[in-house]
């Protein structure tokens, strides 16, 4: 009866855990959709609101680490289920990290005073969007069912995100070349870009993630990344610039 009693209880925190992340999950592609519709519109008022978002994302990821922690200490899992509550903490960091750079998207809003825009840019920046939204999307499905096949196929899909992205950044270069009164804009949408770059690199994150907490084991593949500019070398990481 205890060992039954003990199931039960571990099982309750598990899926206290999931609805969290499955709470945290929806935010973060909400957010990152709502920064770059108001990139697009250049709505300054949503732009804010994306920021003022952000604090939700972090409660929600301290909540799932205290809660990840109480039941390690209470529960002591193994193997699989300790891997669960592991993978967890993991996907929590991550989703943290996709809303700082959804924050960062909303804060350059702002910033685009600019009369020019471009339509063939921000197209190519809404693309990029929706691809990467259908990355967090599938993903966060995939973690939810423990659906390796589906993660697999996103971990592999990152490639094109980075060719996307490569692309805006020669079209950016392209049009600041031709008048420098549209650097100051260019060199904005370059980050937004960036910003949107990594959170596809987050998706595959999760990815491997889900691979971790089936399989037992890192994935050992390298994964696939497309072309980069220097730019994109250079451009700052989540932990740079997206812990403003």
């Not at 870009?193 to 990815?207: P, V």
Request: net charge negative; with cysteine; aromatic share 4%.
């Amino acid at each position: 009866m205890v060992l039954e009693h003990t199931s039960k209880a571990f099982d309750s925190d598990l899926q206290e855990l999931t609805g969290l992340a499955a709470e945290m999950g929806g935010l973060a592609e909400r957010q990152m959709v709502d920064a770059v519709d108001a990139l697009i519109r250049r709505d300054i008022a949503q732009g804010n609101a994306v920021v003022a978002a952000d604090a939700e994302i972090d409660r929600l990821q301290r909540e799932i680490e205290e809660r990840a922690v109480l039941t390690i200490a209470r529960r002591q899992p193994m193997a699989v289920d300790l891997r669960a509550i592991v993978g967890a903490m993991r996907l929590a960091t991550d989703l943290e990290r996709i809303g700082d750079l959804s924050k960062n998207i909303g804060k350059r809003v702002a910033a685009l005073d600019s009369d020019f825009q471009p339509m063939q840019l921000m197209r190519g920046l809404e693309h990029m969007t929706d691809l990467v939204q259908s990355q967090v999307r599938a993903v966060l499905d995939a973690y939810a069912a423990q659906d390796l096949p589906a993660a697999l196929a996103v971990w592999s899909g990152d490639e094109e995100v980075d060719a996307i992205c490569t692309s805006l950044f020669r079209e950016l270069l392209t049009y600041m070349m031709e008048d420098p009164r549209n650097i100051s804009f260019c060199i904005h949408l370059m980050f937004c870009a960036k910003n949107i770059e990594r959170i596809g690199d987050h998706a595959t994150n999760i990815a491997e993630t889900v691979f971790y907490m089936i399989e037992g084991q890192q994935l050992a593949e390298k994964r696939p990344k497309g072309d980069v500019t220097s730019f994109t070398r250079a451009a700052p990481g989540p932990q740079a610039e997206g812990r403003q």
